[in-house]
């Protein structure tokens, strides 16, 4: 198995990209193919005494910087070391393909280099979110601000599959997001879904509220990618204030200090359930190959889970889930 990594996506890059490709490549018993500029990807490499003898290198000339349209990636642009690393993909010269660049770039790459899957209108940014049980997962995250209702019901398809293969999450519960619970709320895109998605082959619970998600009420939360977008950024908001103040609290005074240290294990244990870097990063659903968007200030610990991200969705064959899935539906509406 190969997974390609473009080697200058994030805030990090080529550093923290190469951290922690190596040891991936080294845990995970994998082929890692990092896709850049050589000479700096060496020269950093060296600089920071990382043997990278046994990962391979596709040269690229230039990075697509975040603030860039992102149709350059398939314009101005294809010779950016996002758009080589995709292309790479296309032609079977890698199994799955990780990012932290720009997301508006990623998913124009995605659909137009590496194509979506047949029969799906939009891939979709799938986002692992912590809640008060087992994991939920949100999508759209952020790569389709206005959706048509018969979006959402393939967003709760293939996110079904995913938490079901990957989680390992028996008939997952799939929530719409909602400003209520009940059945006649919210807009024309979230009425119709609503019907939608109670006749779709999925495990459908219902409206979802945002005060319900991090209680873990439902395991796939759907929505538009501008809705979807602004929940994951209050949550990752939240969490690192309630990160600063737990730590502003545990440190304010002797006493606080003294009962920190009875309370760390269960403090850690709390930090690690709020930190994105535990999970890797978004897989972008609907995708004839896996696609990976990392957080775009991903350490090396965060790059390191998200190869492993890349590897579990290419072993499970997610994607052929996925399209078994679609299919069943389109000829279900047939009959």
């Given at each position: 198995?190969?997974?390609v990594?473009?080697?200058?996506?994030?805030d990090?890059?080529?550093?923290?990209?190469?951290k922690?490709a190596?040891?991936?490549?080294?845990?995970f018993?994998?082929?890692?193919?990092?896709?850049g500029?050589?000479?700096?990807?060496?020269a950093?490499?060296?600089?920071?005494?990382?043997?990278?003898?046994?990962l391979?290198?596709?040269?690229?000339?230039?990075?697509?910087?975040?603030?860039?349209?992102?149709?350059?990636?398939?314009?101005?642009?294809?010779?950016?070391?996002?758009?080589?690393?995709?292309q790479?993909?296309?032609?079977?010269?890698g199994?799955?393909?990780?990012?932290?660049?720009s997301?508006?770039?990623?998913?124009v790459?995605?659909?137009?280099?590496?194509?979506r899957l047949?029969g799906?209108?939009?891939?979709a940014?799938?986002t692992?979110?912590?809640?008060?049980?087992?994991?939920?997962?949100?999508?759209?995250?952020?790569?389709?601000?206005?959706?048509?209702?018969?979006m959402?019901?393939?967003?709760?398809?293939?996110?079904?599959?995913?938490?079901?293969?990957?989680?390992?999450?028996?008939?997952?519960?799939?929530?719409?997001?909602?400003?209520?619970?009940?059945?006649?709320?919210?807009?024309?895109?979230?009425?119709?879904?609503?019907?939608?998605?109670?006749?779709?082959?999925?495990?459908?619970?219902?409206?979802?509220?945002?005060?319900?998600?991090?209680m873990?009420?439902?395991?796939?939360v759907?929505t538009?990618?501008?809705?979807?977008?602004?929940?994951?950024?209050?949550?990752?908001?939240?969490?690192?204030?309630?990160?600063?103040?737990?730590?502003?609290?545990?440190?304010?005074?002797?006493?606080?200090?003294?009962?920190?240290?009875?309370?760390?294990?269960?403090v850690?244990?709390?930090?690690k359930?709020?930190?994105?870097?535990?999970?890797?990063?978004?897989?972008?659903?609907?995708?004839?190959?896996?696609?990976?968007?990392?957080?775009?200030?991903?350490?090396?610990?965060?790059?390191?889970?998200?190869?492993?991200?890349?590897?579990?969705?290419?072993e499970?064959k997610?994607?052929?889930e996925?399209?078994?899935?679609?299919?069943?539906?389109k000829?279900?509406?047939?009959?």
């Amino acid at each position: 198995m190969n997974i390609v990594i473009d080697a200058f996506g994030g805030d990090n890059a080529p550093l923290e990209v190469i951290k922690g490709a190596v040891d991936a490549q080294r845990d995970f018993d994998i082929d890692v193919t990092l896709v850049g500029d050589e000479n700096k990807i060496k020269a950093c490499a060296e600089e920071n005494n990382l043997d990278i003898s046994r990962l391979m290198i596709k040269h690229a000339d230039t990075v697509i910087d975040v603030c860039e349209e992102p149709t350059s990636v398939i314009k101005g642009k294809k010779d950016c070391s996002m758009a080589v690393g995709m292309q790479l993909l296309a032609d079977g010269e890698g199994d799955a393909f990780v990012s932290a660049g720009s997301t508006g770039a990623l998913v124009v790459g995605a659909t137009f280099i590496v194509k979506r899957l047949k029969g799906i209108k939009r891939p979709a940014l799938a986002t692992i979110l912590p809640t008060a049980g087992a994991p939920a997962m949100l999508l759209d995250s952020g790569a389709n601000a206005d959706c048509r209702p018969e979006m959402l019901v393939q967003f709760g398809i293939m996110g079904s599959a995913y938490m079901n293969k990957i989680l390992g999450v028996d008939s997952p519960k799939v929530g719409l997001a909602n400003i209520g619970s009940e059945e006649s709320k919210g807009r024309e895109l979230e009425l119709e879904a609503y019907k939608q998605l109670k006749a779709a082959p999925v495990n459908f619970t219902g409206n979802i509220e945002a005060r319900q998600i991090p209680m873990g009420d439902c395991d796939v939360v759907v929505t538009d990618g501008f809705s979807g977008n602004l929940l994951l950024k209050l949550y990752e908001g939240m969490a690192k204030f309630f990160s600063g103040e737990l730590k502003t609290l545990l440190t304010k005074d002797f006493k606080s200090k003294l009962a920190a240290l009875m309370v760390m294990g269960n403090v850690r244990e709390f930090k690690k359930k709020v930190d994105y870097s535990e999970y890797g990063g978004a897989p972008l659903l609907g995708t004839a190959k896996p696609v990976i968007k990392a957080h775009g200030s991903s350490n090396a610990k965060a790059f390191y889970n998200a190869i492993r991200q890349a590897k579990q969705f290419t072993e499970t064959k997610v994607i052929d889930e996925i399209a078994a899935a679609v299919e069943s539906m389109k000829n279900s509406q047939r009959q």
